[in-house]
């Protein structure tokens, strides 16, 4: 190990750069605060021209200033020391672009090879130059930056010593080194280039997780950056397995689109999230990047605006709902409500100075005549209007009264002002074609009946009954629904189409046109105001719905369903696409018909595909277990492998007694006493008994285990329990810790994308026998920790006598 003096010395010479880069810093806050008070004063002057140069000037002055004073953890993160390059061109931020050293860079003299460091670039969130327009700071997305992560001791280029420094604030506390020329004397302003620390990446991998997730910018690895800055052609296609960075690599690649082509992205990002959990663990990741506003990152049940579900269905109503199917079903059934809504039954009114009637069979014929038509039901009402009038023409007798064709467009132009313009008649109107809302839709096929007619020769019995109570649980509201339901919903939007809506003048626009009649003046506005209420418009409309972004990012792409594809498609018909995920991994049941509706989603667009294959979340003694399930979940797949060892192998805990039986499903009164205890098969078929005493007794035994996990690491510790058990389990945890701290209960599904110090993982074979997918959501559980792993086994998992429950042991057939 270094002496204490080196390492102390170097921090020391990393606190004065970082020193000079606030002062620097602190200088051009100055000089945007000096532009804000400036741009203030130009109002004074009153013409338009200076109130327009003042409105862009605090513009930028503004945003300026708020990318200056975002402090983060770790605003300076990293190093290299660069060999001289094969020319001397330098890029915008100043630093030389050759990605090669010069041929002479390296010479051998009679202690070996020898060379001198040319230059020295340190890496950051964001640009900073000197008054000399030199570099203080690299921003991480530069061009620049890319050997800091790229750079390997196979292909070192021109980087000699990479160097990660962690901050805290403006203070330095520590250094870690990797050198990538071993075999070069380097020197650095005579004296010879020190080496501190025993790997950057070891280090970074050991920091103890908290309930967001860090950004990796400082321990990017090489082919992780590769995908990162891969350009944005088309289709990216990422895969990889747990512990792969493959979330973290999404959201960097959104930071860094925005950063090398802004106007381009100014359209927005989408990124896609399976889950509320997922999103809130993420969402602080591109703000520390120096991103925010350009990315909209949504779970899936909350791409629809003005939707949030987080419910999850049982996996037979889930796999009906996801399915491609149910496309045909929705069109159905959006036009069947229409056809089985009451409607009057007579039209009269007065025309030609008679009276004129259309009978209930003449109506229909327009009824049927109308839902002919091909466009969205909610858009067909035009078509019926279109049609009605010409019914009620043919019975005033128009035809016979104008015979000669001159006349006859004329009559029956001035025919339909009259007619269509009268209340009687648009108040018919709307009860002969009411607006149809897709939630009504959604709750009408509730009725098991009429969904049965609406479902012929699409789904089977079995199939619609599951699927009509599911839906009874829905609100007019809209409460109740399930993250499946979101996507049915969105189906239905475009089935049915939204009706146009009559403009409505805003409130300041009559108050603008009442000013201008008194004074003769129109109101002068800057073009902040002109920006801001066109941005105020266009924020109304995305709050009833945006489908149109210039990337789409999807996350966990494996677990989309058919339906849920359609759904994402939509909103990138004009888009470049980064998919990222692990087949591995998949909840879904029938992967094939996702895949068929990810393709048509993303078209004929061409397709780049990556591989991410070092596993840096989990050390290899969690790995090696995992991976025995990774055998039976998806045969022939290749782990990731991991690059660390704790020396700590997980730890196996029993339940003698199993589990009390799982809660009742939803609907069911919460609090119902039972009358005795009794027996009820678990999802993996095993015995679990009910009563006070058998729930007592399991919930100590996961309390233990969590507790002694929580004593074990410093930060923070994952109970994954089967989807029906997360709230009994969240119950018995609840005064376990401090409030709100380190302990969370989450469930199978939800553990996606998730990671945590330590992991409890209760009943493993129930969590593999909720579903046909069950395998590989236990492979996701098992996943999780980047420190400590235990396993809570009941009888049903049949664990040895060391607590080793068959699936997870190596000899078992079911593991292998």
């Not at 149910?326 to 409500?337: I, N, V």
């Not at 619609?464 to 009874?472: E, K, T």
Request: charged fraction near 30%.
């Amino acid at each position: 190990m270094e002496p204490v003096d080196v390492r102390e010395r170097e921090i020391r010479h990393e606190q004065r750069h970082l020193d000079a880069v606030y002062r620097r810093l602190t200088e051009k806050i100055h000089e945007a605060e000096f532009l804000v008070a400036d741009a203030a004063r130009r109002v004074q002057v009153g013409t338009p021209g200076a109130l327009a140069e003042r409105d862009a000037q605090v513009f930028q002055a503004g945003l300026h200033l708020h990318r200056l004073n975002s402090e983060f953890e770790d605003f300076l993160f990293g190093r290299v020391d660069l060999l001289p390059g094969k020319d001397g061109e330098r890029g915008p931020d100043g630093a030389y672009t050759s990605l090669e050293p010069a041929d002479d860079a390296v010479r051998e003299d009679e202690g070996g090879p020898v060379a001198d460091i040319a230059e020295t670039l340190h890496i950051g969130r964001l640009g900073v130059l000197d008054a000399d327009y030199q570099p203080l700071v690299i921003d991480w997305r530069a061009p620049a930056a890319a050997p800091f992560y790229r750079a390997t001791p196979v292909a070192p280029g021109r980087v000699v010593r990479r160097r990660v420094i962690r901050s805290r604030g403006r203070k330095v506390l520590s250094v870690e080194d990797d050198l990538l020329r071993p075999g070069v004397r380097a020197r650095l302003d005579g004296a010879e280039l020190p080496v501190v620390g025993d790997g950057a990446l070891m280090a970074a991998l050991g920091q103890e997780r908290g309930h967001r997730m860090r950004d990796i910018v400082a321990s990017i690895q090489a082919e992780q950056d590769r995908v990162i800055r891969a350009p944005a052609v088309a289709v990216t296609e990422v895969t990889g397995g747990p512990g792969t960075g493959k979330t973290a690599v999404a959201l960097h690649r959104a930071a860094y689109l925005l950063y090398a082509d802004r106007r381009r992205y100014a359209g927005g990002i989408l990124v896609v999230s399976p889950t509320p959990l997922l999103v809130s663990y993420t969402e602080g990741v591109l703000p520390a990047l120096g991103e925010e506003g350009q990315v909209a990152i949504r779970a899936l049940g909350s791409l629809v605006e003005g939707v949030e579900a987080d419910a999850y269905d049982e996996p037979p109503v889930a796999l009906v709902k996801g399915s491609a199917r149910m496309a045909r079903l929705l069109h159905r059934a959006a036009r069947g409500l229409l056809e089985a809504a009451p409607a009057p039954e007579r039209l009269r009114l007065v025309a030609f100075g008679r009276r004129v009637e259309l009978t209930a069979e003449e109506l229909a014929e327009v009824r049927r005549q109308t839902l002919s038509g091909t466009a969205p039901v909610n858009l067909l009402r035009p078509r019926a209007r279109r049609l009605l009038l010409d019914a009620l023409w043919r019975a005033a007798g128009g035809p016979q009264r104008y015979p000669e064709p001159e006349l006859v467009e004329e009559a029956r132009a001035a025919f339909d002002e009259d007619l269509g313009t009268e209340d009687d008649f648009r108040d018919f109107l709307a009860a002969f074609w009411p607006e149809v809302t897709p939630l009504a839709v959604l709750r009408a096929m509730a009725d098991e009946r009429r969904l049965g007619r609406w479902a012929r020769r699409m789904l089977r019995p079995g199939e619609i009954r599951v699927l009509a109570r599911s839906l009874r649980r829905v609100t007019p509201e809209g409460s109740g629904l399930s993250v499946h339901d979101v996507a049915l919903l969105d189906e239905l939007r475009v089935l049915l189409g939204a009706p146009p809506r009559p403009e409505r003048r805003r409130p300041e626009a009559e108050e603008a046109d009442a000013l201008a009649q008194l004074t003769g003046l129109a109101e002068l506005t800057t073009h902040a105001d002109r920006v801001a209420a066109s941005r105020g418009a266009s924020d109304a409309g995305e709050r009833e719905e945006r489908t149109e972004y210039a990337h789409v990012i999807v996350d966990e792409a494996q677990d989309l369903t058919p339906m849920q594809w359609r759904m994402v498609g939509r909103r990138g018909r004009r888009a470049t696409w980064t998919i990222v995920g692990d087949p591995a991994q998949s909840s879904w049941q029938a992967p094939q018909e996702a895949a068929a509706e990810r393709d048509a989603a993303l078209g004929d667009r061409r397709r780049r595909r990556f591989e991410l294959t070092v596993n840096y979340r989990n050390p290899a003694e969690i790995a090696t277990v995992a991976d025995r399930v990774l055998r039976l979940a998806a045969p022939g797949t290749v782990p990731p492998r991991a690059v660390r060892a704790t020396g700590v192998d997980p730890l196996f805990l029993r339940l003698p007694d199993g589990l009390p039986a799982a809660p009742p499903a939803r609907g069911r009164r919460a609090g119902a006493r039972e009358a005795a205890p009794r027996t009820t098969a678990t999802p993996s078929g095993a015995a679990a008994t009910t009563g006070a005493g058998a729930e007592a007794t399991a919930r100590e035994a996961v309390r233990e285990a969590a507790g002694r996990l929580l004593r074990e690491v410093t930060g923070t510790v994952g109970v994954v329990v089967a989807m029906a058990r997360r709230e009994q389990v969240g119950r018995w945890l609840a005064d376990l810790g401090e409030p709100g701290g380190r302990l969370v209960v989450v469930g199978s599904l939800e553990a996606k994308g998730l990671e945590y110090d330590a992991t409890l993982v209760v009943a493993p074979a129930e969590i593999a026998g909720e579903s046909p997918a069950g395998p590989r959501v236990l492979y996701v559980a098992l996943t999780r920790a980047t420190q400590r792993l235990a396993v809570l086994s009941g009888p049903g998992d049949e664990p040895d006598a060391e607590g080793v429950p068959v699936l997870l042991r190596p000899e078992s057939p079911r593991a292998r």
